[in-house]
């Protein structure tokens, strides 16, 4: 499976960029993807202090006509405007296969492996791999598909059951 990542309003350096991704193909080391990154874009700026609303960039990767698999990884704080209101670290649009991340207030290697986390969690969402409701481990850490999930006690890849529904998914698709 390939899949683009367009830095969008991406503040943060290159070499950040590069963590993530690696981090993020650990996570879906189960199967073989291939990350692709393309040309950053500017959409609403990257120094802005104000959070952005996350379907935002929905609209900007559909506006652009990127193809199904794409990921806007931004450094701005998202909310989710059409729900909820409130923070989010992602959001995911299984019908598109587009996605957004964003960081998590974390920094350094947190921020590495927050944000790979976010990344991996909406493109499993993609296979309509819904949240676990109860604590269900993937190694020592939580599934990367429980809801809220944070570096310090859930794991860059998902449990077995979520792999395997990852898996039929790309098999059907
Ligand atoms: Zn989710
Ligand atoms: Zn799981």
């Given at each position: 499976m390939k899949i683009n990542i367009v830095p969008a309003?991406?503040?943060?350096?290159e070499s950040d960029l590069e963590r993530i991704i690696g981090c993020a193909n650990e996570g879906l080391g189960f199967v073989p993807v291939e990350f692709n990154v393309l040309a950053p874009r500017k959409v609403h700026g990257a120094s802005g202090m104000g959070r952005v609303d996350a379907n935002k960039y929905f609209e900007f990767l559909q506006d652009r006509r990127y193809r199904k698999g794409t990921v806007a990884i931004v450094s701005r704080t998202l909310y989710d405007g059409s729900r909820t209101k409130e923070f989010v670290q992602g959001l995911s649009w299984a019908d598109e296969r587009y996605a957004v991340a964003g960081p998590n207030h974390l920094y350094g290697v947190q921020r590495h492996l927050g944000l790979a986390q976010t990344l991996v969690h909406e493109i499993l969402h993609w296979g309509k791999i819904m949240h676990h409701r109860k604590r269900v481990y993937a190694g020592d850490k939580l599934c990367?598909?429980?809801?809220?999930?944070?570096p310090g006690y859930t794991s860059l890849g998902p449990c077995s059951r979520c792999q395997s529904r990852f898996v039929q998914y790309l098999n059907a698709a």
């Open positions: 309003d991406w503040r943060f350096s990367v598909m429980m809801p809220n999930g944070g």
